[in-house]
Structures are given as C-alpha cells and as structure tokens.
C-alpha cells in the first residue's frame, strides 16, 4: 500500500531532550515536507526537500533540522525541543511531475513539558 | 498563490449532496483549484484539483465557474464518515512543487 509512514504517533517529553521523529514514504517521491498543525493556526510548513541532499526552509523553521540522506526518509529532528513546539505534526510527499496531491502521514502528536 | 474563503462551518443530512464552495477572485490563470479534507486530526486527504473545466472522481465534483472567481465542491451523497474539514487551496500548475497553503477551511459535520 502506497503510504507515508511516521512514528511515533505520540511522543511526551522533557524540555531539552534532543528528539527525532521520523517520515518514511514507500512511493519513490522526489518532494517531501513538514508541517506543523495548531489551533487557530493552521497548517504551517517547516522544512521541506525537493530531493536527496536538498533541504530548504519553510514558515516556521526555527528550533527544527531536517535530513534527507535517503529518497524515502525525512526525519524531523528537535535538537533542544521547548514547550512552543507542543504540537501535532505532519509529513508529507508527492512526486515531482504527474502531481495529482500530497499523501500525508497519519500524523504525530508532541508533547514538550 | 491566490488567497481562497469558505464559510467556516456547514451542515449537511446524510444521504444528501453536500455543496461546499470557495471564492477565489485573485486567481491567475496558472492556477489550479484543489480541494482537501482533514477527518479530525487525521493526516490531510486529496480530493480533487481543476484549472477550468469541472471535474469528477470518485470521491467528489468540482465545478469552476467560468471567470473562475469561485468554485464549488459537491459531495454527491454524503455519509457521516465525510464529517471533516475541507480545504479549498489555489496553487500553481501540478508539475511544480512548492507548499500547499492551507487556509481555515469549512467545518462539514454530517447529520444522521
């Protein structure tokens, strides 16, 4: 089955414990992304890559790094997470041509005390 | 990319056409319409997308009048399971990448 895979689906930490969520997608798609969903805010990119070894920035791209060493994964890394970054998160990937939509991920709910 | 508004919330009967619709007066003509939902806190879905003439799958109708200002999505028999958020987002032509903009969308809640 075509998908984006994240893990884990809910994750509790402490303020300055390095986190990494991860973003697997079994589609050979070229775009992959990060987003971030709040109440009132929507959904808000934070990184994205267009391939392999290329990464750019998003809206809100602060306290966030990203690699994209493999076509298929693009893990979220949180290297000093703080309680802002409370939030639940997405992953999503298209290919490059033919676009018909993104596939996102069944999401990942933070939870920084 | 274009800026799009829909009516915050919306009810619907099940069993009955849901007409979802969406202005989008500034768009260029590069731009395409796409529609997505989001079932409670679940990962966004596809729908459909359209430049101009309107459109069918299986999930649902888009139908772009002709100024292409608005546009309307119609789900043609809705069921509870189409309680969800729906998106409209205006974005260049499909063989681009680039981010998808969400807006608030419209809150569909399907009644028995």
């Known amino acids: 089955e075509a998908q984006v895979t994240q893990n884990p689906r809910y994750l509790i930490t402490v303020t300055g414990k390095k986190l990494t969520v991860t973003c697997s997608q079994n589609?050979?798609?070229?775009?992959m992304s990060w987003y971030r969903q709040d109440p009132g805010l929507g959904l808000r990119q934070i990184y994205y890559?267009?391939?392999?070894?290329?990464?750019d920035k998003g809206d809100v791209p602060e306290g966030y790094k990203v690699s994209r060493k493999e076509k298929r994964n693009f893990p979220l890394i949180l290297e000093s997470p703080s309680p802002n970054q409370t939030s639940l998160y997405f992953c999503a990937s298209s290919p490059q041509t033919g676009w018909r939509g993104y596939t996102f991920g069944s999401g990942t709910r933070l939870t920084v005390v | 990319d274009a800026k799009t508004t829909q009516p915050p919330s919306m009810d619907c009967a099940e069993g009955r056409a849901a007409n979802l619709p969406c202005n989008h007066s500034?768009?260029?003509?590069?731009?395409?319409v796409y529609w997505y939902r989001q079932i409670h806190s679940q990962g966004p879905q596809y729908i459909i997308h359209g430049l101009k003439n309107n459109e069918t799958n299986e999930m649902a109708s888009l139908i772009i009048t002709e100024d292409r200002k608005s546009s309307t999505l119609i789900l043609p028999h809705a069921t509870l399971r189409d309680t969800a958020v729906y998106y409209c987002?205006?974005?260049?032509?499909?063989?681009?990448?680039?981010?998808?903009?969400f807006g608030a969308g419209t809150q569909v809640v399907v009644t028995p």
């Open positions: 500034t768009i260029s003509g590069n731009e395409y």
């Open positions: 890559s267009m391939n392999v070894e290329v990464t």
């Open positions: 987002i205006v974005r260049v032509a499909p063989d681009s990448w680039g981010k998808l903009q």
């Open positions: 589609m050979n798609h070229e775009y």
